[in-house]
């Protein structure tokens, strides 16, 4: 195994989490494949450059706390990106139900308040406030609970 390309490659992991898939890519551009690509993802993860568990706490977090994802547009983009079921449920553990509600109920009363000077219809704007949350991956039943509860 040559030492430069690890020492690449874990550069390339030390800059920010990765998945297991995005490393065997990255080692595909630099010409390196079959049993050479997995010898180094094997020493990367000994060496705890690479953690899949890792990354998936760290990608669900960040997604949840900087654009304010639902869990299921996290849970979709981590199967994605090819991570195990247990992965997924270690990276989601990173969401409590307090701060996933609560962030939820914030995301609406934001979005209410610029929808009202646009949209008059209360109706229309309770269904553009769903299809809001909704797209950003929140699960329906707690949309529409959360939004029962402005009345």
Known sequence: MDRLLLQKAA??????ERTQEE???????WGV??????EIIAELI???YLSEERFAKTYAGGKFRQKNWGRRKI????????????TIQQGMSEITDEAYEETLRELLVKKHKALEKSESNALKR???LAR?????????ELVWKVLNSFE
């Open 33 to 38: 494949w079959g049993d050479e690509a997995e």
């Open 11 to 16: 550069s390339y992991c030390a800059y920010q």
């Open 126 to 128: 309770k269904q553009k």
């Open 75 to 86: 849970r979709q983009e981590l199967t994605r990106r090819g991570l195990t079921d247990y």
């Open 46 to 48: 000994a060496q705890n």
């Open 23 to 29: 490393v065997r890519q990255r080692l595909k551009t």
């Open 132 to 140: 809001y949350a909704l797209g950003k991956g929140y699960e329906s």
